[in-house]
């Protein structure tokens, strides 16, 4: 038996919103996890982290970048997924610091999003930065803004919000005197890179979450490789999340571009298939 997609939504562009009945993962689940997912029986396993939950579902919601992406976003309401392994990784470290800043990316939004949730019931004063390209790409907004004490938004076109980088809301917001306990950061790889480098600057540790290339999700294959502070982790074990301060970034980005042409070259036969079949 699979896992049946409750609700479809499409908030933005190529962005998917899904809820999944999953009554185990969902009694599970903290801030700060994800899943693996397998379409069907010859699907490949990709990781997508638990935006929010219920008793009986949790909620997925990602980018269409790949293959296995585009397949996921033309299932329907009612479909089966034929397995759903989860939750995986360590939590979020989820107490009551004080100020906190959460910064989110694109997609990687909704990684944060229920991070910012469990931070203010912890007790926190919690500054949020959303960024997107336009407006018409940020998700969340507004269900964010319900648990946050300042919103900031950014977009690249400055069509919302501060026109720039979160990056540049980020340096402002020290500029202006704020001091900040503890942060996160999800979003596009190199955006988080920048934000570690911000932080690292003023010493704020910073919270980012690590997606590199994984496979069983559960550290037997070593595909998820990371160097934090000199020493090799697995990203699926022994994070998600990494303090951004002490990541090798540029070899993260490195081992991110392993396998584009094959990548590409494989929505390319898929986009081809959806077309000769419709």
């Given at each position: 038996?699979g ?15 899904l ?9 599970h ?14 699907g ?45 990784g ?11 800043l ?5 997609v ?5 999003y229920?991070?910012?949730?469990e ?5 926190n004063?919690?500054?949020a ?5 336009s ?12 648990y946050v004490?300042?919103?900031i938004?950014t977009?690249?076109?400055g ?9 540049d809301?980020?340096?402002k ?7 900040f ?8 790889t190199?955006?988080m ?6 932080a ?5 540790p910073?919270?980012?979450s ?18 934090v502070?000199?020493?090799i ?5 022994d994070?998600?999340?990494?303090d951004?301060?002490f990541?090798?970034w ?5 081992r ?15 986009e081809?298939s ?5």
């Amino acid at each position: 038996m699979g896992y049946r997609i409750t609700k479809k939504m499409t908030p933005a562009e190529n962005i998917v919103d899904l809820w999944v009945e999953a009554p185990l993962i969902a009694s599970h689940a903290k801030a700060g996890q994800f899943i693996v997912v397998r379409l069907h029986e010859k699907g490949e396993r990709i990781p997508l982290t638990i935006a929010e939950k219920n008793s009986k579902e949790i909620r997925i919601i990602f980018q269409v970048v790949g293959k296995t992406t585009l397949e996921f976003s033309m299932m329907k309401e009612g479909d089966e997924i034929a397995d759903v392994t989860g939750p995986l990784g360590n939590p979020s470290e989820i107490e009551n610091y004080g100020d906190v800043l959460v910064i989110g990316g694109g997609v990687g939004i909704a990684a944060i999003y229920p991070i910012i949730v469990e931070l203010k019931k912890a007790g926190n004063n919690v500054t949020a930065i959303l960024g997107a390209r336009s407006s018409r790409l940020l998700i969340l907004k507004d269900e964010i803004a319900k648990y946050v004490d300042e919103l900031i938004i950014t977009t690249d076109d400055g069509s919302e919000g501060m026109k720039g980088f979160v990056t540049d809301a980020f340096k402002k917001l020290i500029a202006d005197g704020r001091k900040f306990k503890v942060a996160w950061a999800i979003g596009p790889t190199i955006m988080m890179k920048f934000c570690s480098l911000v932080a690292k600057e003023h010493d704020i540790p910073i919270w980012t979450s690590l997606n590199p290339i994984m496979v069983d999700g559960t550290g037997m294959c070593g595909a998820c490789r990371v160097e934090v502070n000199g020493e090799i982790k697995f990203a699926c074990v022994d994070g998600p999340e990494f303090d951004g301060r002490f990541v090798n970034w540029d070899e993260l980005l490195r081992r991110l571009k392993q396998y584009e042409t094959a990548e590409k070259k494989s929505l390319e036969i898929f986009e081809r298939s959806v077309r000769k079949d419709g």
